[in-house]
């Protein structure tokens, strides 16, 4: 089992910045994907980027070049830093957790950008 607890939600200006934080209840050095999605009111659920333990990353286009992942392993935290934020990336923001045939999500963290 691996819990998730995500942070660092809030209300934004368009075009400001905001850094959400995933933190793992066990160590995430050998999980070999973590990842960060989301869901606006409506809509389904869908990838924002992800990285492995090799730290390869794979970003959705709509955030290519304004989001930025990055995990630490000594302090089994993930990070989603939040560039140039747009009123489209209003949602509720869920760290996930990808460990052999099992997906753990977080409760989640809302993201909202007024225009």
């Known amino acids: 089992q691996v819990q998730l607890v995500e942070s660092g939600g809030g209300l934004v200006q368009a075009g400001g910045s905001l850094r959400l934080s995933c933190a793992a209840s066990t160590s995430i050095f050998s999980i070999f994907v973590m990842g960060w999605y989301r869901q606006a009111p409506g809509k389904q659920r869908e990838l924002v980027a992800t990285?492995?333990?090799?730290?390869?990353?794979n970003y959705a286009d709509s955030v290519k070049g304004r989001f930025t992942v990055s995990r630490d392993n000594a302090k089994n935290t993930v990070l989603l830093q939040m560039n140039g934020l747009k009123p489209e990336d209003t949602a509720v923001y869920y760290c996930n957790a990808a460990v052999g045939r099992s997906s753990y999500w977080g409760q989640g963290t809302q993201v909202t950008v007024s225009s």
């Open positions: 990285i492995t333990s090799g730290g390869n990353t």
